[in-house]
């Protein structure tokens, strides 16, 4: 601790120290300025007096007035309280305290609201995000019925007769699965707004818990309301019995599944920190869901050592609470009569029996009853049974994830250092990153001590220096101008029937080359919108104005040769910043350009951006002024902001800082003869006075006369090259997924090989491998999941910055993808048939033929299918 006194005389404090504060320099600023050894700046006369270590500022505090004062008033502040008459102090403390906090907050507590204050705040804007979200509900909702619609006309006018048995189970089971199915997407969900509920706990808001309940709370209605429709749609259009107390029973169960299914996959994914490990467990539990409900094979023909899984299984209880609902009170019809045929047409129904299981021999009709206490071990006495013990699944599974919602908020990405590339070169500057200097202990490295104390010597002069700048050549300045005139810009505001919204009105200005340009002004004030109409970056509404380039019309390929950098620094978490901009040279600079000059002109970005120390750190551990370079030199990369380079609000997020280093880099820039437009809200007087002081310099040169005459700099074949390699290298550093991906085929093939292993070669057992071959596809959902939200991560890449930057078509960005997991769904494919084949007996099943091995045949086959679902995949 270098000062703790009043506010008031800090700055006082520091300059009668010996420092000196800039003109017009916040006091905010000012302080923050003094810690740095590279800002600070001496008065004339005490630049060897002044402290430079943290010791040294400590030590000066403690033998100045001020600290000696503060000193004091601790001893006497522990005096008084050592006194034995201090409880009226005590009290004060207290009531203050209480004051503070909510009336029934347990002291102690770092939250300012007790936990119904809080659980009633985090309620009603849960309540408000769900609303606000209407158009997933909408989706869902008609999802629902689409679904619901398309199984219920699977079953229409199912006949009461033993030939509608199988179909009525099939109803049912698929009514019970289509909600595991269904509510998948709450894995992705959960992990969009883990940040943000791990931001509030740090800062205290609310206990994390306290978002699970109300995303459980304010779920209720809307799954109520969406089961209730699609019961009523899969009920009557599929003809099951239609008495008032069966359908209540059907729509009771399936909507407390619906909520149980939600409850588990939800508390998964706040189990994981990845969410591809969320997605697998949650893969294999749709996996045990579905074997296990008792359709697909019964228990009675599960192999004993796996049988226990159904009694952990709420699915189980509930599909017999619906089939015996179903069954209990039907009587059906016999539908094939043993003897029957030609010449058994006078056998009387005593001697004839029919041909399904629990018949009775002189029996036309069927006890539905009895059919499944037969086969499946049902009972309709079960039934309330059963719903308690979903209910206690339900409530087990809402626990589970208030739990791990309340002790791990954390992310996977959640790093505190900079992470380097395995292997990478160590030289002297990266060493200084991997260790960084402690600036507690004066900012001396462990590399050397005199180089620090040679910028502190050197920062202390009047003139401010750049930590990266080298002070090279200036180069030549083009003589570039981009101007635009009385621009205007409106959109539509409530659909058809609405007005148009004016957002620009009339503005005109134009950006030299060699000069900082800035738009200044409040929020809402209009500034990124301008620099998106300037970058043509809008796709709605209507632009008015002309736009120019040394007085002719923008060219075709305008935001190829331009540079954009958005607010939001949106980079692949997995890449190298030198992978980065060595990505946008190769796919923006011009085909023609040899690969080393290409390398050659990213290591300069490098140099200018001063990440050459974090040239082999991987992007998503960077900090926030050090994404912002690598934002900046990806643009610079392109060697195409010939024309200009927009920058959205470079300095937000940053401290006062780290904002002047990305202004004075900009400067830098500018310097060169790069026209540079950005937008800014920031009011520091250093930022403002380095953004006025910018001119041009150095010795004029021709304009550039080379244009694009594509879209695109590069061909589409060298577009997929590149990006293949890009997509594998982040496939590469994420081996999460794609362990998750070889896990989940292994676990499956496993999972169904011995739940239907070596089935007997019966009716039941024939149909017990059918089913398998069924069940096998379910694989297709999780997996493809894990894809989608990989995809999705790359997609937005493109939506944000590459797509508008012309990087690459849209196409070859599909394609390299697909290329990239068509081997890893190949190799899984490959694990799931040498798991799944042998342990079910498809090589025993088929009988030989000559000439022909069946194990050859029917392997063959089966291992083609795979491959072909695997690359259709």
């Not at 010791?55 to 000066?60: A, M």
């Not at 030289?427 to 462990?446: F, L, N």
């Not at 849209?810 to 084949?837: D, K, Q, R």
């Amino acid at each position: 601790m270098i000062y703790y006194v009043s506010a008031a005389t800090a700055r006082d404090y520091f300059i009668e120290m010996g420092f000196d504060p800039p003109h017009r320099q916040t006091t905010a600023d000012f302080l923050v300025a003094v810690t740095d050894p590279n800002e600070r700046t001496a008065r004339p006369g005490w630049e060897n007096r002044v402290p430079r270590t943290a010791d040294e500022f400590v030590r000066y505090y403690d033998n100045s007035p001020t600290g000696q004062a503060n000193r004091a008033a601790v001893e006497a502040f522990k005096a008084k309280w050592q006194k034995s008459d201090n409880a009226q102090f005590v009290n004060e403390y207290n009531r203050s305290l209480r004051m503070e906090q909510s009336a029934h907050a347990p002291q102690g507590s770092p939250y300012t609201l007790s936990l119904p204050k809080q659980t009633r705040a985090v309620l009603r804007r849960r309540w408000h995000i769900t609303i606000g979200n209407w158009q997933q509900l909408v989706i869902d909702f008609c999802f629902n019925i689409f679904l619901a619609i398309i199984v219920g006309t699977l079953f229409t006018n199912t006949p009461k007769a033993t030939e509608g048995f199988f179909s009525r189970g099939g109803i049912i089971f698929f009514g019970v699965i289509a909600g595991p199915f269904m509510c998948l997407t709450e894995i992705p969900q959960l992990f969009v707004q883990r940040p943000i509920v791990a931001r509030h706990h740090k800062a205290a808001l609310y206990h994390p818990f306290t978002e699970a309940v109300a995303l459980t709370i304010v779920d209720i209605p809307f799954t109520f309301i969406t089961q209730i429709v699609f019961s009523i749609a899969i009920y009557f259009i599929s003809d099951l019995q239609r008495t008032a107390g069966q359908f209540f029973i059907f729509f009771l169960f399936l909507f407390m599944l619906v909520m149980s299914v939600k409850a588990m996959y939800r508390s998964a994914a706040a189990a994981f920190t990845r969410e591809s490990g969320a997605i697998t467990l949650a893969g294999m539990l749709l996996f045990l869901l579905t074997l296990y409900t008792g359709y697909t094979i019964s228990r009675p023909t599960i192999i004993k050592a796996l049988r226990w899984i159904t009694w952990l299984n709420p699915y189980y209880y509930g599909f017999e609470a619906l089939m015996s609902n179903e069954f209990h009170n039907l009587n059906a019809r016999c539908s094939d009569l043993l003897p029957s045929g030609p010449g058994y047409e006078n056998v009387p129904i005593q001697n004839q029996v029919c041909r399904s299981v629990s018949a009775e021999p002189g029996q036309f009709m069927v006890n539905g009853a009895r059919f499944i206490a037969i086969s499946f071990h049902y009972s309709f006495s079960h039934t309330w049974r059963n719903f308690g013990i979903v209910l206690g699944f339900l409530f087990f599974f809402v626990c589970l994830f208030f739990f791990f919602t309340e002790f791990n908020t954390k992310s996977a990405y959640d790093v505190t250092v900079t992470l380097f590339k395995r292997g990478a070169s160590t030289t002297p500057a990266a060493q200084e990153v991997v260790e960084p200097v402690d600036e507690e202990k004066g900012g001396y490295s462990r590399q050397t001590g005199s180089q620090q104390s040679d910028s502190t010597n050197a920062s202390s002069t009047s003139e401010k220096k750049a930590p990266n700048e080298s002070e090279p050549e200036p180069e030549p300045e083009p003589r570039d101008v981009f101007t635009w005139q009385h621009i205007s810009y409106e959109v539509r505001v409530g659909g058809n029937g609405g007005n148009n919204r004016h957002l620009l009105d009339d503005v005109s200005g134009f950006v030299a080359p060699g000069k900082l340009t800035a738009l200044m002004g409040e929020s809402g004030a209009g500034k990124t919108t301008l620099l998106n109409v300037l970058s043509e970056r809008e796709t709605t509404g209507v632009v008015y104005g002309d736009r120019f380039f040394n007085g002719q019309p923008l060219p075709s390929d305008f935001q190829a040769q331009t540079g954009y950098c958005q607010q939001m620094d949106t980079h692949l978490p997995e890449t190298t910043v030198r992978e980065a901009l060595l990505f946008s040279a190769k796919l923006r600079q011009p085909q023609s350009v040899p690969l080393a000059e290409k390398e050659a002109y990213v290591q300069e970005c490098l140099r200018m951006c001063g990440l050459e120390a974090y040239a082999d750190a991987i992007v998503g551990s960077l900090g926030v002024e050090h994404r912002k370079r690598t934002t900046i030199g990806v643009e610079l990369a392109a060697k195409q902001p010939k024309l200009l380079l927009f920058l959205d609000e470079p300095t937000s997020g940053l401290d006062s800082q780290s904002a002047w280093a990305i202004v004075n880099f900009l400067r830098m820039l500018a310097d060169k003869g790069q026209a540079i437009l950005c937008t800014s809200a920031q009011e520091s007087k250093d930022l403002q006075d380095d953004i006025e002081k910018i001119h041009a310099c150095g010795r004029s040169r021709p304009p550039v006369q080379a244009t694009f005459h594509s879209t695109f700099s590069a061909p589409w074949p060298y577009q997929v090259v590149t990006l293949l390699r890009r997509t594998n290298i982040c496939y590469w550093r994420n081996p999460s997924y794609m362990l998750a991906k070889i896990i989940l085929n292994i676990a499956s093939g496993l999972l169904i090989g011995f739940t239907y292993f070596m089935p007997d070669k019966t009716q039941i057992g024939t149909q017990n491998m059918l089913f398998s071959l069924y069940v096998s596809l379910i694989i297709a959902l999780p997996l493809s999941g894990q894809m989608q939200n990989s995809f999705v991560k790359f997609r937005s890449i493109w939506e944000v910055r590459e797509g508008h930057s012309r990087t690459y078509h849209w196409s070859a960005f599909l394609v390299s993808h697909i290329l990239t997991e068509i081997p890893w769904n190949i190799v899984g494919s490959t694990l799931f048939f040498l798991c799944l084949y042998w342990t079910v007996g498809f090589s025993a099943a088929v009988l030989p033929t000559p000439g022909s091995s069946p194990n050859a045949l029917t392997g063959g086959l089966f291992f083609t299918v795979l491959w072909d679902i695997a690359i259709i995949l």
